[in-house]
T-cell receptor
Framework: AQTVTQSQPEMSVQEAETVTLSCTYD???????LFWYKQPPSRQMILVIR??????QNATENRFSVNFQKAAKSFSLKISDSQLGDTAMYFC????????????FGDGTTLTVKP | EPEVTQTPSHQVTQMGQEVILRCVPI?????FYWYRQILGQKVEFLVS????????KSEIFDDQFSVERPDGSNFTLKIRSTKLEDSAMYFC???????????FGEGSWLTVV
């Protein structure tokens, strides 16, 4: 069974600063995807970034980037130049390629960006 | 930008009643999913659906739950006889294929009283 662990229940950062959210996972599979989702107070689930396990290059999306360490089974999210609108719950998720859509989510990290 | 839409946004129902949550996936997507999130807890996979049949389901998805694609656009989740512990946010999601990104709807809040 796959597990996803987010060890930081809550984090805070000053506006314009950089913050890193941690995620580790456990699997015996070799082909999988990793995701970070953002859930603002509206409760909508918004995809932030996605990483294919076969790619060595870390994914980036504007101010969001990941540090994917496959051997260590670590997948952290870095948010640069934090904005007030980044305040949300962030979920790390894992999906085996062969299990269509069956993503396993971590417990989430509540991020507060302070003005 | 195309999006997954869900109705209702919020429903309150009496324990023991049947509930149907509706979803319109993104039009060119072929895989459909339901997830749920009990307040304060993580998002949990319920079921995936492809080619008019269930392709994966979790332990949560017992005989009380069913899914259906009644026409070319809607995808529904039915809870036959609701229990208090079914109170949660239910997310519908879809993807173009089995390895593409999953896009979530805005969720349907179900409150069972």
């Amino acid at each position: 069974a796959q597990t996803v662990t987010q060890s930081q229940p809550e984090m805070s950062v000053q506006e314009a600063e950089t913050v890193t959210l941690s995620c580790t996972y456990d699997t015996s599979e070799n082909n999988y995807y990793l995701f970070w989702y953002k859930q603002p107070p509206s409760r909508q689930m918004i995809l932030v970034i996605r990483q294919e396990a076969y790619k060595q290059q870390n994914a980036t999306e504007n101010r969001f980037s990941v540090n994917f360490q496959k051997a260590a089974k670590s997948f952290s999210l870095k948010i640069s130049d934090s904005q007030l609108g980044d305040t949300a719950m962030y979920f790390c998720a894992f999906m085996i390629t062969s299990n269509a859509g069956k993503s396993t989510f971590g417990d989430g990290t509540t991020l507060t960006v302070k003005p | 930008e195309p999006e997954v839409t869900q109705t209702p946004s919020h429903q309150v129902t009496q324990m023991g009643q049947e509930v149907i949550l509706r979803c319109v996936p993104i039009s060119n997507h072929l895989y459909f999913y339901w997830y749920r999130q009990i307040l304060g807890q993580k998002v949990e996979f319920l079921v995936s659906f492809y080619n008019n049949e269930i392709s994966e389901k979790s332990e949560i998805f017992d005989d009380q739950f069913s899914v259906e694609r009644p026409d070319g656009s809607n995808f529904t989740l039915k809870i036959r006889s609701t229990k208090l512990e079914d109170s949660a946010m239910y997310f519908c999601a879809s993807s173009r294929d089995r390895v593409s990104t999953i896009y979530f709807g805005e969720g349907s809040w179900l409150t069972v009283v």
